[in-house]
């Protein structure tokens, strides 16, 4: 099992990011996906998740209106689009999963709740 993050990088306030997250492994089928983030001196806090097969997403409120979830089914990759970031999104994103059948609103910012993760990607925001 693998899940491998990519696309953080350093931008200005009001930029733009798109995360990528390659899943091995593990199959749609089986598992949704969603992205943790862990800013600096802080602990880990949910921002989105997939359910893939019924096209369910999560958001958290902070991002609401400004990242979008989505995912290629056949290339097995989650994305996060990151359009007008501040500097309080400034974290190491993460991609874990948990079991498909598991995930809902009221879990998927959780951290504990999933069971596979990658190693993050570092996306820094300047003002």
């Known amino acids: 099992v693998q899940l491998v993050e990519s696309g953080g990088g350093e931008v200005q306030a009001g930029g733009s990011l798109r995360l990528s997250c390659v899943v091995s492994?593990?199959?749609?089928?089986?598992?949704?996906i969603g992205w943790i983030r862990q800013a600096p001196g802080k602990g880990r806090e949910g921002v989105s998740a997939?359910?893939?097969?019924?096209?369910?997403?999560y958001y958290a409120a902070f991002v609401t209106g400004r990242f979008t979830i989505s995912a290629d089914n056949a290339k097995n990759i989650v994305y996060l689009q990151m359009n007008n970031l501040r500097t309080t999104d400034t974290a190491i994103y993460y991609c874990?999963?948990?079991?498909?059948?598991?995930?809902?609103?009221?879990?998927?910012?959780?951290?504990?709740?999933?069971?596979?993760w990658g190693q993050g990607t570092q996306v820094t925001v300047s003002s």
């Open positions: 874990p999963a948990m079991p498909r059948s598991r995930l809902n609103a009221g879990n998927f910012y959780s951290h504990d709740q999933y069971n596979y």
């Open positions: 492994g593990l199959s749609f089928d089986d598992v949704a």
């Open positions: 997939i359910n893939e097969r019924d096209g369910s997403t």
